[in-house]
């Protein structure tokens, strides 16, 4: 199948992606166990908790766009938060030019799979009336009245999003998606009462039913300054 094309067949989809090409992807054990969590159809919602240059963002997104283009899902919902601009004023621009600084990890995600970023976004109207279009980047900040149904549903830096702001999020979703719950509890970016970020509580909340998966990715690929940085921000989160 040729890179980001949407879509194919339901019935060609794999029963699992252990020969799959995978866009020319090496994986190690615990990033294959990843791929493997979101594409198993009996795991609604899976939690990755995962070191900085894991490539969690990158594996969430391959996997993700997969699940659209053999026709299990209609498409991709990028949730972030809007961190230390919670409310996005702050920043120059319309409501979407504030909000492009979180969505670049996954822009930067999608060229790698080889998705053209032109046509794959609801933003263009050209794209709707040729329904090319099946990806849309949100924060939470407006996420009121919203209901999400039959998509992939990747919440980003999950560490940063309070309580409520993340029941917000996953109060909006049906179970006919896939949510994808990323997150280090090691970078909590939280301007204030970082005690109250909804990751793990509700990572521990999920995690004992059977519809839930919950993953780990334990090594940086960026090198050893990420790698150190990392373990040292993590030891003073965890004291």
Same mark, same amino acid.
């Given at each position: 199948?040729?890179?980001? !094309?949407?879509?194919? =067949?339901?019935? %060609? ?5 252990? %020969? ?12 294959? @166990? ?5 594409? !198993? ?14 490539? @969690? ?7 993700? =766009? ?6 299990? *899902? ?21 409501? #979407?030019? /504030?909000? #492009?600084? *979180?969505?670049?990890?996954? *822009?930067?995600?999608? @060229? ?9 976004? *609801?933003?263009? &109207?050209?794209? %709707? @009336? ?13 996420? $009121?009245?919203? !209901?999400? #149904? /039959?998509?992939?549903?990747?919440? %980003? #830096?999950?560490? =940063? ?31 204030? !009462? &970082? ?15 059977? $519809? ?6 334990? /090594? ?12 040292? =921000? ?6």
């Amino acid at each position: 199948m040729a890179k980001g !094309n949407y879509r194919s =067949n339901n019935n %060609d989809a794999p029963v699992t992606l252990d %020969d799959h090409p995978f866009y020319g992807f090496r994986l190690d054990e615990y990033q294959a @166990k990843f791929r493997d969590a979101i594409w !198993n159809p009996d795991k609604l919602i899976v939690f990755c908790s995962a070191k900085a240059g894991s490539g @969690k963002t990158l594996i969430a997104t391959a996997v993700a =766009n997969l699940l659209c283009e053999y026709g299990k *899902y209609d498409g991709i919902t990028y949730i972030a938060a809007p961190t230390q601009e919670q409310k996005q004023g702050f920043l120059k621009g319309t409501i #979407e030019e /504030k909000s #492009e600084p *979180y969505f670049e990890p996954f *822009y930067e995600a999608l @060229k790698k799979i080889g998705v053209n970023l032109h046509t794959a976004f *609801y933003d263009n &109207s050209i794209n %709707d @009336k040729y329904q090319t279009a099946y990806i849309e980047c949100l924060t939470h900040t407006f996420l $009121r009245g919203t !209901n999400f #149904e /039959k998509r992939v549903i990747i919440i %980003d #830096e999950c560490q =940063n999003f309070y309580y409520d702001e993340l029941m917000k999020v996953l109060t909006r979703i049906h179970d006919n998606c896939k949510v994808i719950v990323i997150g280090h509890a090691g970078q909590i970016d939280l301007l204030s !009462n &970082s005690e109250r970020s909804g990751f793990i509580p509700y990572l521990n909340w999920f995690k004992d039913d059977e $519809r839930t998966a919950v993953c780990r990715l334990e /090594k940086n690929y960026r090198g050893w300054i990420s790698q150190h940085a990392d373990d040292f =921000n993590f030891r003073l989160a965890t004291r």
